[in-house]
């Protein structure tokens, strides 16, 4: 099998906001405590944060990340998580049904934030609580000074503003696993009225408004329609949610999936510039996909879980090799959409189905899919350009004509290097790709790192990495020709100079 390409620097999709490589931290499981922060950890820093963790978030260059959930976020008061560590309540997580010491809260969370390199996402409860507690939240995170919860965070010790640029109105309101979950009319009437306070109080923040909670929801893409004709007018963005598994352990059609996102975002496009041209409106509402990953391996193991315990292993899917290919084109399909994707969020960052593990008291380790996500993450900035691309193809259980190649393509001019994704999804056979550069006279190769596995269900393991990346992919260019043979199952990225 093969595939030719024609890469043109005149063939601009957008310029990639960075803000698609985002990620997210629930208060879940081992993602707060024992993940970030573990205080008796031997890497911990003065406030209790992993150093360790700390490392491998910063390798990542995660620009932003979304707080505090999720679906904890429909019942959480955020007074709770303020003021002297000792007064906070002890409460019932009820969402995952665990016990929340709100040891970390709005304060030390914007702190790690800071240290990490990123930007904070904040949700707000739009689920048991609504207008007040949402324009309380952003006082006490913006304001500068002089009013009662501007002073009530400088008494906690915070004397500058967070400064939060990025807000979400709700988790997945559309779920009727949410506390408080809302009907399409309840849900767009709340977020509608909590927006224009927030932006009353804060006219430079953007807002998200909740779209539905995955494409399978029997209510979209009504959900969209009906919501955004409320908020249109102060949200920016809209939020699309998605996880895969591969319950059925067929690999040809799980390394599809991707191609079921890239339709979910075509449809929420659509549904988006349908309400635009409905309220004859100016503004074109872009997207946050805020949440999205493999997430399937450990929903049995969740089952067993007892109730009401501080911080239990929840969500702790060990991602195999395969995983790893399909973030990869999940990642390609975000760029591909860099016109109306200017957000997007990694569910999640730390133990909780995330490329970041830790053992609590001792190491922490790279999952399989870290590695896509670093390679994209790293190099994949600047502008998307949208190949022409000729691939073969094959049918599987859900999709036809799945190309065998998939890919993404960047053009980072300040550094001046053009960055080509590329996954074979064949099973069997590599794939000869030959790639027409003809916008890039005497290019030539920086690197072409593999990543690659002769056993689709390989991981690795505390004690093993086991699925690591090399750089001795095989791409050469003559003139303006770039041929490489990309191994069966396997993702490269090829840097080109
Ligand atoms: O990321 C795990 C959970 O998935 C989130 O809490 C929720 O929003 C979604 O259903």
Redesign the pocket.
């Known amino acids: 099998p093969g595939a030719s390409v024609i890469i043109d620097k005149d063939f601009v999709i957008s310029e990639i906001d960075k803000r698609i490589y985002g990620s997210?931290i629930?208060q879940?499981g081992r993602a707060v405590y024992g993940g970030i922060y573990e205080p008796d950890h031997p890497e911990a820093d003065e406030q209790g944060f992993r150093k360790d963790v700390m490392k491998l978030v910063k390798d990542l260059q995660v620009p932003i990340i979304r707080y505090p959930?999720?679906?904890?976020v429909s019942a959480y008061n955020w007074e709770d998580g303020v003021g002297p560590k000792e007064d906070r309540p002890r409460r019932l997580e009820l969402?995952?049904q665990t016990i929340e010491t709100n040891h970390v809260g709005t304060n030390e969370f914007a702190d790690w934030a800071a240290k990490a390199g990123s930007d904070v996402m904040m949700a707000v409860n739009l689920g048991t609580r609504g207008i007040d507690a949402a324009r309380n939240l952003l006082e006490y995170c913006n304001h500068a000074v002089g009013t009662y919860y501007s002073d009530l965070r400088k008494q906690h010790g915070y004397d500058k503003p967070h400064d939060i640029k990025t807000w979400c109105l709700g988790?997945?309101m559309d779920?009727s696993?949410?506390l408080g979950g809302k009907t399409a009319e309840e849900y767009g009437r709340i977020a509608y009225e909590t927006a224009k306070a927030m932006k009353q109080v804060d006219s430079s923040i953007e807002l998200v408004s909740c779209g539905s909670?995955g494409a399978a929801m029997p209510t979209f893409p009504e959900w969209e329609a009906v919501t955004l004709s409320h908020t249109y007018e102060f949200a920016d963005h809209v939020s699309l949610?998605q996880?895969y598994g591969n319950d059925e352990n067929d690999t040809a059609n799980f390394l599809a999936k991707s191609l079921d996102m890239d339709q979910f975002i075509r449809t929420v496009i659509s549904t988006c510039d349908y309400i635009k041209s409905k309220k004859r409106s100016k503004k074109t509402m872009t997207l946050s996909f805020d949440?999205w990953?493999v997430?399937f391996h450990s929903s049995e193991a969740d089952q067993q879980l007892e109730p009401w315990q501080i911080a239990p292993p929840q969500?702790e899917d060990v991602y195999t090799f395969e995983d790893a290919l399909l973030v990869a084109n999940m990642l390609h399909t975000l760029i591909n959409h860099a016109d109306r994707v200017k957000i997007a969020c990694m569910?999640?960052l730390v133990n909780?189905?995330a490329p970041i593990m830790t053992e609590n008291q001792g190491r922490a380790w790279k999952q399989t899919i870290y590695y896509p996500y670093y390679y994209l993450s790293v190099y994949g900035r600047g502008k998307a350009l949208q190949p022409i691309i000729h691939s073969d193809k094959y049918d599987s259980k859900e999709f036809t004509d799945v190309p065998y190649l998939d890919s993404a393509v960047v053009l980072n001019e300040s550094k001046n290097e053009l960055v080509l994704f590329m996954t074979n999804r064949h099973l069997e056979e590599g794939l000869s790709v030959s790639c027409d550069l003809r916008s890039f006279e005497k290019a030539a190769i920086i690197e072409h790192v593999v990543l690659e596995h002769d056993d689709p269900k390989a991981s690795n393991t505390k004690d093993k990495e086991d699925v690591t990346p090399h750089s001795r992919g095989n791409a050469v260019i003559e003139e303006t020709m770039l041929q490489a043979e990309l191994p069966r199952m396997s993702w490269s990225m090829i840097r080109v100079k």
Do not use: K, T
């Open positions: 997210f629930e879940l959930g999720g679906n904890m969402a995952w988790n997945e779920g696993w949410q909670s949610h996880y949440e990953n997430w969500l569910a999640q909780v189905i």
